[in-house]
């Protein structure tokens, strides 16, 4: 049982990625998903959220506009669309879901399981 994220890689500035979160062994379609980053020598952040059901999109400001998560059920997978990246994106990148009955629009997260991480290398 367990999530994984992959898509990962180098990118120019103004370039774009594709990250992917698949459920193995656990079903994801009753959960909302976040993606999360965490830079060297920085606090983990929210990068965005998306419920189940309706798949209401929620994302941090420092990404709105540039990002774009969604979700395919009949995959067991969702996305992170990254465009118009930039060095200041660097981080290793993350997907959880949510606990059961909590919601994309919680002030506080609390998370069911975490994937491993991909890298994403803005380059300069």
């Excluded at 379609?29 to 980053?37: C, E, Q, T, V």
């Excluded at 059920?73 to 990246?85: A, G, I, P």
Aim: glycine share 12%; aromatic share 10%; with cysteine.
């Amino acid at each position: 049982v367990q999530l994984q994220a992959s898509g990962g890689g180098l990118v120019q500035p103004g370039g774009s990625l594709r990250l992917s979160c698949t459920g193995s062994g656990y079903t994801l379609d009753n959960y909302a998903i976040a993606w999360l980053r965490q830079a060297p020598g920085k606090e983990r952040e929210g990068v965005s959220c998306i419920s189940a059901n309706y798949g209401n999109t929620y994302y941090a400001s420092s990404v709105k506009g540039r990002f774009t998560t969604s979700r395919d059920d009949s995959k067991n997978t969702v996305y992170l669309e990254m465009d118009r990246l930039q060095p200041e994106d660097t981080a290793v990148y993350l997907c959880a879901t949510l606990a059961p009955r909590r919601f994309c629009s919680d002030s506080d997260y609390e998370f069911h399981r975490w994937g491993q991480g991909t890298l994403v290398t803005g380059l300069q």
